[in-house]
Structures are given as structure tokens and as C-alpha cells.
């Protein structure tokens, strides 16, 4: 029997999730391959606990397996498109949950610069003058209920509209059902023209109210704040300690998965085992 040994870890529930959605073992295949050595739910809770408790990748604890063999199926599946695959497919559940379509047709946009460690190079990073901050800046596309659906990372010193075209075509190519983004006023101007244009996207800017001070709750775009909000529960995310911007994004991707995961599984998870039980 599986024990949980850190908060972090999945529940019966949550791996029966998981495991149906990660590719075929090399091993069970046709072209054959070497067994797996570790558990892939060890791997897992390994990737869950970096996300959430922030330590370096070296720290990882030694009942986990080598973190050299935790950060390459990271890595792999990454590159292989299962993070991006396990993210739609557990949103889709959701919506179908809450009695929506299990594809979203509207959509909200923002984005979030955070300060980089030393280990983000040069070349990944860069200032936003407009937040004072020198590092990354963390594009996120959600539905209207603050599922997330795309992720992007750029230096801080890309504007909102520019980034806007790269992740907008991305969500276009993975997500042609959306029709309509909402947005704040730094998308507005010539990227809604562009956006109608060439991806057949309606930009809908939502401007704070005129003669307003102090914090306003603002229509829809509310909502991806509070999904940047929920993001940062993962101490990993309060600042960038990656080297390259995709892994970078899949962390945020596996901070979402966490999130989703407990959301599917409230109610049927079972109370922690204490070490040695």
C-alpha cells in the first residue's frame, strides 16, 4: 500500500487520475526498453513537493528517488506535450462537473512579472519598468471560471501586447473553439484589430470604472487574478529559479494540476499517514 509521507503527496484519488493520462512505460511498448527503475507516482510526488515547498531541485529528500532522475521525467514529459495534456484533460472534468461544455469558448488573459533568482541567465530575463522588477513575466490564459488553459513565460521586459500575439496564436492552434479573451486595458489598441484579423479572436478590454481609487473588483478580470492568486500558493512560484523559460512553465502547469487534482478529489481523500505507519 502507497503512504503518504508529505502533505504533498497524492492521494489513491488523485494518482488514479494521473496515471491513466501518462504515456505507455518504454518498456510495454513494441520497440521495448529498459524497465523503469522508480515508481512513476514517487516521481510525481517528488515534482509536487518541489512545486510546493520551493527547495531546490538537489534537496530533494532522500525517500524520494535521485533528483536527476525526478527533473528528467519533468523535463521529458514536458517536451512531449503530457503536462499541457494532463492540465486540459483535468479542466475539462471540471467543467463537465459544474454543467459546463467541456470546452471553453470564453476566455481571460493577464499576466504577472516576478523577481529571478541568479540561476535565470541574462539572456531569459529582463526589467518592467512599469513594476520596477527585473526578471520574468508569467502570461496566463484562463476560461470564465479560472481554469487555466495556457501559460506562458516571457523576460518582464516584453510589453502585455506584444507577448499577446505569441500566446493568443498558441491558444488559437490548441484551442480553436475560443472566440472571445478578456483582457485589461494594456491589450487594447491595435492587438484587438490583429487578434479579429488573423486569428479570428474578439479581444474585449475591461478598463477600471473613472473616478475610482483604492482596490475595485473589476468584471471578469477578477478572475485570472484570483487563478495568478492560487498559483502562488506554490512557494516555487514567488520568484523564477529556472534556467530555461519552459520548465519555467511546466511548474506552473504542475502547481495548476496540483490544484485541480484536490478539486476533483474533495471528499474522497484519506487522512495522512504519520511516517513508519
Given at each position: 500500500m502507497h503512504r503518504r509521507r508529505y502533505p504533498t503527496d497524492t492521494t489513491d484519488a488523485e494518482w488514479a487520475l494521473i496515471e491513466r493520462l501518462l504515456p505507455v512505460p518504454a518498456c510495454e511498448t513494441l520497440a521495448g526498453g529498459r524497465p523503469e527503475k522508480h515508481p512513476r507516482r514517487e516521481i510525481v510526488d517528488a515534482i509536487r513537493y518541489v512545486v510546493d515547498t520551493g527547495c531546490k531541485w538537489r534537496s530533494l529528500p532522500a525517500d524520494f528517488p535521485p533528483w536527476r532522475t525526478v527533473w528528467g521525467f519533468m523535463a521529458r514529459w514536458a517536451a512531449a506535450g503530457i503536462v499541457g495534456h494532463i492540465r486540459d484533460d483535468l479542466a475539462s472534468r471540471i467543467r463537465r462537473t459544474m454543467g459546463k461544455g467541456p470546452r471553453a469558448v470564453a476566455t481571460v488573459i493577464d499576466s504577472q512579472s516576478v523577481k529571478a533568482a541568479e540561476?535565470?541567465?541574462?539572456?531569459?530575463?529582463?526589467?518592467?519598468?512599469?513594476?520596477?522588477?527585473?526578471?520574468?513575466?508569467?502570461?496566463?490564459?484562463?476560461?470564465?471560471?479560472?481554469?487555466?488553459?495556457?501559460?506562458?513565460?516571457?523576460?518582464?521586459?516584453?510589453?502585455?501586447?506584444?507577448?499577446?500575439?505569441?500566446?493568443?496564436?498558441?491558444?488559437?492552434?490548441?484551442?480553436?473553439?475560443?472566440?472571445?479573451?478578456?483582457?485589461?486595458?494594456?491589450?487594447?489598441?491595435?492587438?484587438?484589430?490583429?487578434?479579429?484579423?488573423?486569428?479570428?479572436?474578439?479581444?474585449?478590454?475591461?478598463?477600471?470604472?473613472?473616478?475610482?481609487?483604492?482596490?475595485?473588483?473589476?468584471?471578469?478580470?477578477?478572475?485570472?487574478e484570483r487563478s495568478i492568486a492560487w498559483m502562488m500558493h506554490a512557494r516555487r512560484h514567488a520568484r523564477d529559479y529556472e534556467r530555461l523559460i519552459q520548465h519555467s512553465e511546466t511548474l506552473i502547469t504542475w502547481a495548476a494540476i496540483t490544484l485541480m487534482t484536490r478539486r476533483l478529489t474533495r471528499g474522497t481523500t484519506t487522512p495522512d499517514q504519520p511516517r513508519g505507519a
Open positions: 540561476t535565470v541567465s541574462r539572456s531569459t530575463r529582463g526589467y518592467d519598468a512599469g513594476k520596477k522588477i527585473n526578471g520574468l513575466k508569467r502570461h496566463l490564459v484562463v476560461d470564465t471560471r479560472g481554469l487555466p488553459l495556457m501559460v506562458m513565460v516571457t523576460p518582464a521586459s516584453l510589453s502585455d501586447r506584444d507577448a499577446a500575439k505569441e500566446i493568443l496564436f498558441r491558444l488559437r492552434l490548441t484551442h480553436p473553439e475560443i472566440t472571445i479573451v478578456w483582457a485589461d486595458s494594456a491589450y487594447a489598441g491595435k492587438l484587438v484589430t490583429w487578434a479579429k484579423d488573423r486569428l479570428n479572436l474578439t479581444i474585449k478590454p475591461v478598463s477600471r470604472p473613472k473616478d475610482t481609487s483604492g482596490f475595485v473588483i473589476l468584471p471578469r478580470r477578477w478572475v485570472v
